[in-house]
């Protein structure tokens, strides 16, 4: 079965090797295989392979690898190694003999650096990645094995941890043979020897080590060691562990299948299958023996609803009329039934290890694509975003399948700050310019820049702040709320906008209302001037008005729908610079000139789009263009060429979640902001 932890790889082979029937002390092997750690930057594998009879001694061979900086070769050279140790050490010579063990394994090991050689000599460079292993094999009761690079053998004894791997590579040998010497030895029952692909003593006292091993329960003790590690490993290692114990000696075939009974009702003793009488009477006889055993037994105490189920099977075998073909029947479609359940459970487990490796390799795949999109990124932005979405859809299917939920979690994470990094998103810090809470301001709703001073105004009153200090405040005519507010420059002072469609100018320090020739505005949501024209935006006539000021009247003309193409009815916000640029609610940006609309190009577009616009702003002498997004303010710079946009950067300011609105000194390069009850501003 393969079972998985949080960062951790865990493949269980449950697996008894019985070695030498012929030996006087038989042993017998249980090995099982651990993956722990998290870093997943080298090829980490573990190999076994085992001959139950070869003339007359079965054997096991081990491997425990990592190769690292080699990542397209690492696993055809993990092959090649497992290949020359296992063929060549249960190899026969000429006429059928078999070798002595350590001269089949020091075979091995020149069969294995010939193989390692051959990959050598095929780079320019000669490099083959760093390697790390321990190959071992067990014969009978003996151990051989070999080490290199970090790679370590522990023996535990009786609690007692000896590095059985210490002293047998040489590092200094860079182009050389990598397995030069061999250590070997008798194993004895309760002996306990781990495999490591690094130090592992570098993370666990010897004695810490010896109180965790458990010879009988490879399986736990791997686990508990993997508890043990858990937080202390800096990279990923590679564990084989091997316990022994003691063979019981067992009957022969024969012995068991004469085994003799007697024959309660005649006294007789008779062997079960010393003769060839009726089958079923036989059956009977076997019956009548082993349910007289049973019911002396108390394996089917009457507790539980497994004992009631088996009391009830008891009491059915055990009826006076003894087996029947009816029983035999029913035996027969029993013993089918939990074959047909362990075979389905087999693929069950089969199938279910397949999807764990299958997503397994989706996150290692999406982590890689990450890499590579940030390269991209560098030449094509868009090519990068694509890159991105793929790898956050693999990482999603994981995530939703309920498997390696933290590590998914950590890739999506990894997948929002690459694009936050290609978005070149900046936190900035602003500086409290003025606090409009001193003369009463609760919510402000937007600012209009002056040639000397700031206006600020909410629903009902308009504030002038001049450097710092904010001035009392003037009040508009009653039960009109104001919305939006331009400064006009025909008439070099500002102008407010109300809900309603009314226009107030603030004129020599008080407020007054301005008419057209129709007698009012048409209702919007902003205005703004330019030259000698006042407009509004009306996204219910999905129309944007045009109102030219008549000055020898001081007043306005009639209304003139500007836009004979496209649509605004979706709009929230607009600006000029000679081209009208307008930002709809679902954060689209578009581009008019002389009242029809235009293809906008935006290049390096962000990857987040805008959810909340509610301000766009820039002007015929700037080269920048602002659009307000909540608390994120999108920054992009003219193409005067394409007429089209070039993203920049994001700007979030630390500690600022509400922004209302957003105007540009450009004077002095500072972007003031407008929050609820305070003036901020940042240098760009």
């Given amino acids: 079965m393969l079972k998985m932890s949080c960062g951790t790889c865990i493949v269980w082979l449950d697996f008894a090797l019985y070695i030498s029937n012929d030996c006087p002390m038989a042993l017998k092997v249980q090995y099982e295989f651990l993956f722990a750690g998290r870093d997943e930057g080298s090829f980490l594998e573990n190999y076994a392979y085992e001959v139950n009879?070869?003339?007359?001694?079965?054997?096991?061979?081990f491997v425990c690898l990592e190769i690292q900086n080699n990542p397209s070769e690492a696993e055809a050279m993990g092959e090649a190694v497992f290949s020359a140790l296992k063929t060549t050490f249960f190899a026969e010579a000429e006429g059928g003999e078999v070798h002595e063990g350590y001269l089949r394994f020091e075979n091995s090991l020149k069969a294995i650096n010939r193989a390692i050689s051959d990959f050598r000599k095929g780079k320019l460079n000669k490099h083959i990645g760093t390697v790390?292993?321990?190959?071992?094999?067990?014969?009978?009761?003996?151990?051989?094995?070999?080490?290199?690079?970090?790679?370590?053998?522990?023996?535990?004894?009786?609690?007692?941890?000896?590095?059985?791997?210490?002293?047998?590579?040489?590092?200094?040998?860079?182009?050389?043979?990598?397995?030069?010497?061999?250590?070997?030895?008798?194993?004895?029952?309760?002996?306990?020897?781990?495999f490591c692909t690094t130090r592992v003593l570098r993370y666990i006292t010897k004695v810490d080590l010896s109180r965790i091993i458990l010879a009988n329960s490879v399986q736990r003790t791997l686990s508990d060691l993997r508890d043990h590690l858990s937080g202390e490993i800096l990279g990923r290692i590679g564990f084989v562990g091997v316990g022994t114990s003691l063979l019981m000696e067992k009957k022969s075939l024969e012995e068991e299948d004469t085994e003799v009974f007697e024959d309660y009702g005649t006294g007789e003793k008779t062997s079960v299958v010393a003769s060839f009488g009726p089958l079923m009477q036989k059956a009977k006889k076997y019956h009548r023996i082993m349910m007289d055993r049973v019911r002396g037994s108390k394996i089917f105490e009457k507790t539980g609803l497994f004992g009631r189920f088996a009391s009830n099977v008891q009491y059915r075998l055990t009826r006076e009329d003894g087996i029947t073909k009816d029983k035999i029947l029913a035996l027969f479609i029993v013993v089918i039934l939990l074959l047909s359940g362990g075979i389905w459970m087999v693929r069950h487990g089969q199938i279910k290890s397949a999807e764990l490796l299958s997503?397994?390799?989706?996150?290692?795949?999406?982590?890689?694509?990450?890499?590579?999109?940030?390269?991209?990124?560098?030449?094509?932005?868009?090519?990068?975003?694509?890159?991105?979405q793929s790898a956050e859809d693999r990482v999603k299917e994981v995530l939703n399948s309920g498997q390696y939920r933290d590590k998914a979690r950590e890739i999506l994470t990894k997948i929002q700050s690459a694009r936050d990094v290609m978005d070149n998103i900046k936190h900035v810090t602003a500086t409290v310019t003025a606090d409009l809470s001193s003369q009463g301001v609760d919510s402000a709703i937007g600012m209009i820049s002056g040639k000397d001073r700031y206006y600020v105004f909410d629903a009902q009153k308009l504030y002038q702040v001049m450097l710092d200090k904010v001035q009392a405040p003037l009040s508009f005519e009653q039960n009109e709320a104001i919305i939006s507010g331009t400064y006009f420059d025909e008439k070099d002072e500002p102008v407010f906008f109300s809900k309603s469609g009314k226009l107030y100018e603030l004129k020599a320090g008080s407020l007054r209302q301005m008419t057209t020739q129709e007698g009012g505005f048409r209702k919007g949501v902003q205005i703004t001037d330019w030259g000698s024209r006042l407009y509004v935006l009306d996204p219910t006539s999905d129309q944007l008005w045009r109102y030219p000021f008549v000055k020898s009247k001081d007043s306005f003309g009639a209304a003139e729908g500007y836009k004979t193409d496209g649509k605004m009815s979706s709009a929230v916000a607009f600006t000029i610079d000679s081209n009208v640029f307008v930002v709809n609610s679902d954060g689209v940006l578009e581009r008019y000139y002389g009242g029809v609309k235009q293809a906008l190009q935006i290049d390096k577009a962000p990857f987040a789009p805008m959810t909340h616009p509610t301000k766009i702003y820039t002007d015929s002498e700037m080269s920048?263009?602002?659009?307000?997004?909540?608390?994120?303010?999108?920054?992009?710079?003219?193409?005067?060429?394409?007429?089209?946009?070039?993203y920049m950067y994001q700007i979030i300011v630390d500690g600022l979640s509400d922004i209302r609105d957003i105007s540009l000194d450009k004077s002095t390069g500072k972007l003031y902001l407008l929050g609820a009850q305070k003036m901020y501003s940042l240098s760009l």
């Fill in 53 to 61: 009879e070869h003339r007359g001694s079965g054997g096991h061979v």
């Fill in 624 to 646: 920048q263009l602002f659009v307000l997004d909540g608390a994120r303010i999108f920054v992009y710079t003219k193409e005067p060429k394409t007429q089209g946009l070039v």
């Fill in 359 to 388: 997503y397994e390799q989706k996150l290692q795949g999406s982590s890689q694509m990450i890499s590579d999109a940030e390269s991209q990124a560098q030449t094509d932005k868009k090519a990068a975003g694509v890159i991105l």
């Fill in 132 to 194: 790390h292993a321990v190959v071992a094999a067990i014969e009978g009761s003996s151990l051989y094995l070999s080490q290199c690079g970090d790679s370590e053998a522990y023996l535990i004894r009786k609690r007692f941890v000896s590095i059985v791997s210490e002293g047998l590579y040489d590092p200094s040998q860079k182009d050389g043979d990598l397995f030069m010497s061999i250590a070997n030895g008798d194993l004895e029952p309760g002996d306990f020897v781990l």
